[in-house]
T-cell receptor, first 114, second 112 residues
C-alpha cells in the first residue's frame, strides 16, 4: 500500500472559520510533509515532521498550525485564513532507504477561502 | 539547496522518445536528483531518482553526466497519458532530502 489519504477533497471556508485538513498514511513512513500549490505553480514546502517532531517550518504564517498526533497522521489546522490562501494543499510522506528519500503524495485538498 | 532550471514546456507526438533536461549547476556532493510527474488536481508522483551515471526503471531512464551539473529524464515511446508536468528536484542525501524545493517544472504535451 503506497497510498497517502487526504480529507476532505474540497473545502470552502470563510475568513473567520476554523477548519482542519487531515492526512493519513500506513506505509510506516516517519517523515511527513505539507505543501501548498497555487494554480500552474510548483508545490511549495510548508512543514516537515520527522518522527512526529516538527523539523522544518518554512516561515509559514501562524494561521496555519500543523500537528502530528502519531506516526500515521498529520493535520493542518486553519484559522483566520485570507483569500490568497486558496490553493491545493498536498500532504506527502517518505522513508529513507539507502540514503535516498522518495516522497509519496496524496491527491490534495482543494481549499477555497471566501 | 541547488536551484534547478528546466524548459517551461515541450511538445511531442505519441510513440516518440522524449528527453527533458534539467540544469543544476550548483549541485553539491551529497545531493541526489529526483524526478516527479504531476497530473492536474493530483499530487506529484515519483518517477526516478539517481546520483550518477544512468538509472533505468520500468517507466523512464535518468542520465547524469560525470560533472552532475545537469540530468536528462528520458521517456520512451510516450502516449497521450504522459501529458503532465515533470519536476526535477535536487536534494541532500545526508539529511534525507527533507527540505524539498520544486523547480518550475516542464509541461509536456503529447499529441496524437
Amino acid at each position: 500500500d503506497t497510498e497517502v489519504t487526504q480529507t476532505p477533497k474540497h473545502l470552502v471556508m470563510g475568513m473567520t472559520n476554523k477548519k482542519s485538513l487531515k492526512c493519513e498514511q500506513h506505509m510506516g513512513h516517519r517523515a511527513m510533509y505539507w505543501y501548498k500549490q497555487k494554480a500552474k505553480k510548483p508545490p511549495e514546502l510548508m512543514f516537515v515532521y520527522s518522527y512526529e517532531k516538527l523539523s522544518i517550518n518554512e516561515s509559514v504564517p501562524s494561521r496555519f498550525s500543523p500537528e502530528c498526533p502519531n506516526s500515521s497522521l498529520l493535520n493542518l489546522h486553519l484559522h483566520a485564513l485570507q483569500p490568497e490562501d486558496s490553493a491545493l494543499y498536498l500532504c506527502a510522506s517518505s522513508q529513507r532507504l539507502a540514503g535516498l528519500n522518495i516522497q509519496y503524495f496524496g491527491a490534495g485538498t482543494r481549499l477555497s477561502v471566501l | 539547496l541547488a536551484k534547478t532550471t528546466q524548459p517551461i514546456s515541450m511538445d511531442s507526438y505519441e510513440g516518440q522518445e522524449v528527453n527533458i533536461t534539467c540544469s543544476h549547476n550548483n549541485i553539491a556532493t551529497n545531493d541526489y536528483i529526483t524526478w516527479y510527474q504531476q497530473f492536474p488536481s493530483q499530487g506529484p508522483r515519483f518517477i526516478i531518482q539517481g546520483y550518477k551515471t544512468k538509472v533505468t526503471n520500468e517507466v523512464a531512464s535518468l542520465f547524469i553526466p560525470a560533472d552532475r551539473k545537469s540530468s536528462t529524464l528520458s521517456l520512451p515511446r510516450v502516449s497521450l497519458s504522459d501529458t503532465a508536468v515533470y519536476y526535477c528536484l535536487v536534494g541532500d542525501r545526508d539529511t534525507g532530502g527533507f527540505k524539498t524545493i520544486f523547480g518550475a517544472g516542464t509541461r509536456l504535451f503529447v499529441k496524437a
